[in-house]
């Protein structure tokens, strides 16, 4: 039962153009949502969180989107850069739980220079 | 700065056989977990640790052992390992456990 779904396995876009990932929850009572990053043979690493009580979080060229009723969530990168090419996963909890996190599969987003 | 460490990177075992997987971390991080990644399956939690002396049970933790005797260090145990176990491992922790989680590189088991 995948509470926490990412339906694109991957995306391709241009440097410099706008990357977007989604993710969608099945569980109304999610309130908090984080985006990791992996590379290759390295582990995942925090990117941006968003609690419910927001729909915008901003940290420099990254911004994650939250429609509640949706139940859905974005990450746009702007602009994308061939660095940015790695695994993008979605995770979600209520409250802010590790003991909690649900995890999409990931988006594999690969930056063409 | 290590972070987390994870040992070894890669294991081959045959069904049957038991082993230990290592994490260590030198933040002085309370929370710690361990996850399997499968193919088309986000990370699933295992077991988690809330400080030392502490574990608990995760969302898929049959088959494994865990234990915390100190801040640092919290192994995974496979007791007897079968070929479902093949996966990717990763250990994470946290200063707490409401805070995101630094991770290890992991460890990539298969069975035979």
């Known amino acids: 039962d995948q509470q926490v779904k990412q339906n694109s396995p991957s995306l391709s876009v241009q440097e410099g153009r706008i990357s977007i990932l989604n993710c969608d929850y099945t569980?109304?009572?999610?309130?908090?949502f984080l985006w990791y990053k992996k590379y290759p043979a390295e582990g995942p690493t925090f990117l941006i969180s968003?609690?419910?009580?927001?729909d915008k979080n901003e940290d420099g060229r990254f911004t994650v989107f939250l429609n509640k009723s949706a139940k859905h969530l974005s990450l746009h990168i702007v602009p994308s850069q061939p660095g940015d090419s790695a695994v993008y996963f979605c995770a979600a909890s209520v409250g802010f739980d590790n003991n909690d996190m649900r995890f999409g599969a990931g988006t594999r987003l690969t930056v063409k220079p | 700065n290590a972070g987390v460490t994870q040992t070894p990177k890669f294991q081959v075992l045959k069904t049957g056989q038991s082993m230990t997987l290592q994490c260590a971390q030198d933040?002085?991080?309370?929370?710690m977990s361990w996850y399997r990644q499968d193919p088309g399956m986000g990370l699933r939690l295992i077991h988690y640790s809330v400080g030392a002396g502490i574990t608990d049970q995760g969302e898929v933790p049959n088959g494994y052992n865990v234990s915390r005797s100190t801040t640092e260090d919290f192994p995974l145990r496979l007791l007897s390992a079968a070929p479902s176990q093949t996966s990717v491992y990763f250990c994470?922790?946290?200063?707490?456990?409401?805070?995101?989680?630094?991770f290890g590189d992991g460890t990539r088991l298969s069975i035979l």
């Open positions: 933040m002085n991080h309370e929370y």
């Open positions: 569980n109304s009572m999610f309130d908090y």
């Open positions: 968003i609690s419910s009580i927001k």
């Open positions: 994470a922790s946290s200063a707490v456990s409401n805070q995101p989680q630094h």
